[in-house]
């Protein structure tokens, strides 16, 4: 990367009246926002449909966007809703995301979206429609079975269908074939519309000279179509269930770790044919963004295996993981791999050089620096070049929530560090300032930190599975005073010069 900036903002958080950010209008007033302020980067978090608590990191496909995200109003200007139907809103929040209250009533809406589209689309755009499915075959007809077969069931996890459905035995497949093809077919509709919608607006965004950050999670979740589909690729016994999972040991932060329950892979089948479903995942996502953010990259290197049966993350043990050959696998397949390294928490020399081996740059977070007065990797003046410097992240407290909650060493030793008395009320544009001034070659915010929020404005708190994931901001957040605030830092620190 060359020494660029940019923002960290999911979709959902973006301004609308209809109850959730799409890719709608705000979406692309977002990126005009970027663009003036003279950003090169906007960072997302993954695009998935999450499979409970609203969590992008538990998503019910590896392949699949959200289709919330759908903006209702491209819907209308299609042809496929009515203007009283885009009028006839509920009065949601404009602050936060009700997922209980959204998602009812925007599933709705999408199913006459789609009667709408098999009534009055063109030809240029069915047959767009099939060109998709055939080009996304692979992935898209188990995810649109498994979506289909699901809301049959109530919703609930594939392994708890009948047998011969959890197990994919032909028969029954081809039974359910045969009587369900109209809703497999809505199910491939809300994805040929995401990924309309999204590319419309990632080519706005590059042709603004602004590139997006996407974001994998390296396992996927079990209950989901990937495992579903894949069984032979997953720790899994002969009736589907996983006989160990992931997670992390024991550390500072938790005394009996962190028990995450994603099924793990089995590396050794994967390299039967060259990592062939990564390689898939890596291509499918590069169609949306950039960028790719590879969540828990450490697990690359080695991996934390937790019997199935135990309740903690206390009893497991480290297993190599696919390392260097896996990513030279993918080079060669696919070229260039534009890849960030997360790289962050207890991390070994050893994950150090197959970041380094790799080429990928790692994160630094600003929040970390600070925790005690020893310098540490985190801080500015140790920050290696090839890196994403951060104030925090989507799993951090905003800056200023963080500020509250710090020891006094730790405030003590950031008035020295910065020989300023810091208060509250300025310290996310102090960090952020010391982002953008360090040497990394790309320096990121969350837009709650740049708004200067409080903790109230949190994304996610780790271990928490109440009210994470649904901040919102308002349009007229996006001041001119903060633009230009932006622009004059990053002409100040050379960065983002290509948009001067």
């Known amino acids: 990367m060359t020494r660029i900036s940019g923002l960290i903002l999911h979709p959902t958080s973006l301004p609308g009246r209809f109850g959730i950010g799409d890719l709608g209008e705000a979406a692309y007033q977002f990126v005009d926002f970027l663009a003036e302020a003279k950003q090169s980067m906007w960072q997302i978090l993954p695009i998935g449909i999450p499979c409970y608590g609203a969590s992008p990191y538990q998503s019910l496909s590896a392949f699949a966007g959200n289709p919330l995200w759908l903006s209702p109003q491209k819907l209308y200007e299609a042809g496929y809703v009515s203007e009283e139907l885009l009028n006839r809103v509920p009065a949601f929040s404009e602050d936060r995301v009700d997922f209980g209250a959204v998602t009812p009533w ?163 089948e994967l390299a039967k044919d060259n990592y062939h479903w990564w390689q898939m995942r890596i291509k499918v996502l590069l169609e949306l963004v950039d960028i790719i953010r590879i969540d828990h990259f450490r697990g690359f290197e080695k991996y934390w295996e937790i019997p199935s049966s135990e309740p903690t993350a206390m009893k497991g043990e480290w297993k190599p993981g696919p390392g260097v050959h896996f990513f030279d696998t993918l080079r060669k397949a696919l070229g260039t791999l534009p890849i960030v390294a997360e790289d962050l928490g207890v991390i070994t020399p050893e994950v150090e050089k197959l970041r380094d081996d790799c080429g990928f740059p790692g994160m630094k977070v600003l929040q970390f620096a600070f925790f005690d007065s020893n310098p540490n990797s985190f801080i500015p003046h140790r920050c290696v070049q090839n890196c994403v410097m951060y104030t925090g992240t989507h799993d951090n407290n905003t800056t200023r929530g963080w500020y509250d909650e710090i020891p006094d060493e730790a405030k003590n030793y950031l008035n020295r560090y910065t020989w300023r008395d810091v208060k509250e009320h300025d310290v996310a544009h102090i960090l952020s300032q010391m982002s953008l001034s360090s040497t990394a070659d790309t320096a990121m915010a969350p837009l709650q930190d740049i708004l200067n929020l409080g903790r109230d404005a949190r994304m996610n708190l780790p271990g928490s599975d109440e009210g994470n994931w649904g901040w919102r901001f308002r349009q007229s957040d996006l001041n001119q005073g903060l633009r230009q605030w932006l622009a004059d830092l990053s002409l100040l620190y050379e960065r983002n010069l290509h948009m001067f």
Request: net charge negative.
């Open 106 to 268: 925007k599933h709705e809406l999408l199913k006459v979206a789609y009667e709408g589209f098999e009534n009055y689309a063109s030809s240029e755009d069915r047959h767009a429609f099939d060109e998709f499915c055939h080009r996304h075959k692979e992935w898209l007809d188990d995810f649109s079975w498994y979506a289909t077969l699901k809301a049959a069931h109530g919703g609930v996890s594939w392994c708890d269908w009948p047998r011969e459905l959890a197990l994919r035995e032909p028969q029954a497949i081809k039974a359910w074939k045969a009587a369900h093809q109209k809703d497999v077919r809505y199910h491939q509709f809300l994805q040929y519309q995401f990924f309309k919608q999204w590319t419309d607006l990632r080519n706005y965004a590059n042709d603004r000279g602004i590139k997006i950050m996407g974001d994998i999670p390296i396992f996927v979740g079990y209950d989901s179509a990937d495992v579903w589909g894949h069984r032979s690729l997953f720790e899994l016994d002969q009736d589907g269930y996983p006989t160990v999972v992931a997670g992390v040991p024991p550390d500072y932060f938790s005394a009996t770790g962190q028990r995450w329950g994603n099924p793990l892979y089995r590396w050794g």
